[in-house]
């Protein structure tokens, strides 16, 4: 199991900056893979990010391209995510997510909590 402590997030202007920080725990030498989803009012569950552990290989959902940045240090087990040109379509709860790895070819994800994104128009 990993634990995720996220911090971040707020209320901002449309068109400005918020950075979502996320701190892993626990089985941390397990760990695939990082990232976050949002889930907005009325919405099902979407993907936004996500980053390798052990490689330098970052994924990102096309409504977030070259507006959000995903990063990690891996010396403090955290991963971060810059949110540049916010629009009020990001506005969600965002949580953290770890894809584990428990076996070959067996991953589990465990979540952090999620934290509130709302970008006023």
């Known amino acids: 199991q990993v634990q995720l402590v996220g911090s971040g997030g707020g209320l901002v202007q449309a068109g400005g900056s918020l950075r979502l920080s996320c701190t892993a725990s626990?089985?941390?030498?397990?760990?695939?893979?990082l990232g976050w989803f949002r889930q907005a009012p009325g919405k099902e569950r979407e993907f936004v990010a996500s980053i390798r552990w052990s490689i330098d290989s970052t994924a990102y959902a096309d409504s977030v391209k070259g507006r959000f940045t995903i990063s990690k240090d891996i010396a403090k087990n955290t991963v971060s995510l810059q949110m540049n040109n916010l629009k009020p379509e990001d506005t969600a709860v965002y949580s953290c997510?770890?894809?584990?790895?428990?076996?070959?070819?067996?991953?589990?994800?465990?979540w952090g909590q999620g934290t509130q994104v709302t970008v006023s128009s």
């Open positions: 997510t770890a894809e584990v790895i428990v076996s070959v070819g067996s991953n589990i994800r465990n």
């Open positions: 626990g089985r941390t030498l397990s760990i695939y893979r």
